[in-house]
């Protein structure tokens, strides 16, 4: 089974949207400019690495490139029966799923970014890795501490994030070492995420969590709250809330999901830290990033071998094995569907060709290449992101 997990603050990096320009996903843009007034597309593309790491740049940033590169994906007519976001990509998660609309994420994380900086700006502090040590000798040193620490983050079996105040910070830091750390490394933030310093963002999100239409996901979406699998919106509600002033459990997220038979984990979104969570969870899974559009035929690569379509010679059935160079176009929306007469299989399609229509919404080809096939049949009711056709790119 695959599951898409999604990055946090700290993957973004300058000109990370550069490569995604020219794709047809890059209308989502606009859409996220417009929902929070915050202009993305310089952010994506011209912001330097120092402008990208204030906390608002970073999680908006972060979040709609996820988006981006998710649309990017479920264009060649790919899915995933799970997802799972590191602190930040939460949000991505819950939007992937269809839990939270994409103009309302979009919204929220802004929000967010911009109440953990008034956040931070009442109360500074910073974070350490610290390698090396059990989880229990971890919370040990916490406790030991007689000063403003806590464990933030639990991202896999020897590697946790500490979080509190500069002071404590660095007496935790000195106590770890004695307890045998393989090493600590003080990280390049202001503030201590996922504890109580962020007492106040948790009040200012709240308010607008409260206000925001949350919808049972559609597949699992695990917390990270408590590495557990929800779908009551209201459960989501608390945990979205809870979230900021709680751990990042990843170690437990990526348990549950293994123990589901998760066994593809699909990183969307900028930089490869949870596939490499992934891999020290689990050596056996198949494990994939994607930060750029080339990597979308290393996805088709890994995907398509394990095709339920496929028969034992690895050939799909019914011609549906799908090479490197194809791609699926999918519906934008639901709806009735109805080809244009006067295209048949083997004919050249042009880019921004009409290929039909699903109910009042032309559908438009985002490649240009060969049919090699009609997935949806005339009048077939389809939903949004279904497959309609087969195209190979030439």
Request: aromatic letters at 6%; a negative charge; proline letters at 5%.
């Amino acid at each position: 089974m695959i599951v898409f997990t999604y990055p946090g603050q700290g993957s973004q990096f300058s000109g990370m949207g550069s490569s995604w320009l020219d794709h047809p996903s890059w209308e989502l843009i606009e859409e996220a400019s417009d929902a929070t007034n915050v202009d993305l597309a310089d952010l994506l593309i011209n912001a330097d690495d120092e402008l990208l790491r204030e906390t608002q740049n970073a999680q908006l940033s972060t979040f709609v490139l996820s988006m981006l590169i998710l649309d990017a994906v479920e264009r060649l007519g790919l899915d995933s029966t799970g997802h799972a976001g590191h602190s930040l990509g939460e949000y991505s998660a819950l939007t992937a799923s269809g839990a939270l609309d994409f103009f309302d994420a979009a919204r929220l994380v802004n929000i967010r970014g911009n109440a953990m900086k008034n956040a931070i700006e009442e109360n500074p502090g910073t974070m350490a890795a610290v390698l090396g040590l059990k989880d229990s000798d971890v919370e040990d040193v916490c406790a030991e501490v007689d000063d403003e620490v806590w464990v933030a983050n639990y991202n896999s079996p020897g590697q946790l994030v500490i979080a509190g105040s500069n002071s404590a910070i660095e007496k935790a830091s000195e106590l770890s070492k004695k307890m045998g750390a393989k090493k600590v490394t003080q990280l390049s933030v202001s503030g201590a995420f996922h504890t109580p310093l962020m007492n106040s963002a948790r009040l200012k999100l709240s308010e607008a969590i409260e206000k925001t239409d949350i919808r049972p996901p559609s597949g699992i979406v695990v917390a990270n709250v408590d590495g557990v699998a929800h779908e009551n919106p209201e459960t989501w509600r608390a945990l979205l809330s809870a979230q900021l002033c709680s751990p990042v459990r990843w170690t437990q997220t990526l348990t549950t999901l293994l123990t589901m038979n998760f066994s593809t984990f699909i990183e969307i979104g900028p930089g490869k830290v949870l596939t490499g969570l992934t891999k020290r969870a689990d050596p056996n899974t198949k494990r994939l990033s994607i930060n750029e559009p080339s990597d979308l035929d290393q996805l088709l690569d890994l995907i398509a071998p394990t095709s339920p379509t496929q028969n034992e010679s690895g050939v799909g059935h019914e011609g549906e094995h799908l090479f490197s160079t194809d791609r699926l176009v999918v519906s934008p929306s639901a709806g009735l569907f109805k080809p244009v007469s006067n295209l048949e299989i083997g004919q050249k399609v042009s880019n921004g060709e009409l290929l039909g229509n699903v109910g009042n919404t032309e559908i438009h080809s985002p490649f240009s290449g060969e049919l090699m096939g009609w997935i949806a049949l005339p009048d077939e009711r389809l939903t949004a992101s279904q497959p309609i056709a087969w195209l190979r790119v030439t």
